[in-house]
């Protein structure tokens, strides 16, 4: 029997190039999706706000609310803010330094 990590690893090398890099930024999509779905909730949660309140404080369903703390919906800058608002704050996009992109 074959495990996940073998499976995993072996996919990976059949990959061309191509395939490979959308692999990667699918990955990349998906942490990013990841990361703000946990920081809304945070931010909502800590505010003692339903999903619903914070939709409404928002101008936005209590759907688009939940497909974004669920990792469903990835949002745009404008509705960041404007949950960013919602919850007494302001959006701010600070780089993160790291390792460098290839050019």
Do not use: C
Not at 42 to 69: D, Y
Not at 80 to 87: D, G, P
């Amino acid at each position: 029997m074959i495990t996940w990590d073998e499976a995993r690893v072996e996919a990976l090398e059949s990959m061309t190039e191509a395939e490979r890099a959308d692999y990667d930024g699918s990955a990349v999509e998906a942490e990013f999706r990841l990361r703000l779905a946990e920081m809304v909730y945070n931010a909502r949660t800590a505010a003692g706000l339903s999903q619903t309140a914070l939709a409404q404080r928002a101008g936005t369903r209590q759907a688009v609310i939940s497909a974004i703390e669920n990792a469903a919906q990835a949002p745009g800058g404008i509705m960041l803010s404007r949950i960013a608002e919602a919850l007494g704050g302001s959006l701010q996009i600070v780089p993160e330094r790291g390792e460098k992109q290839p050019a």
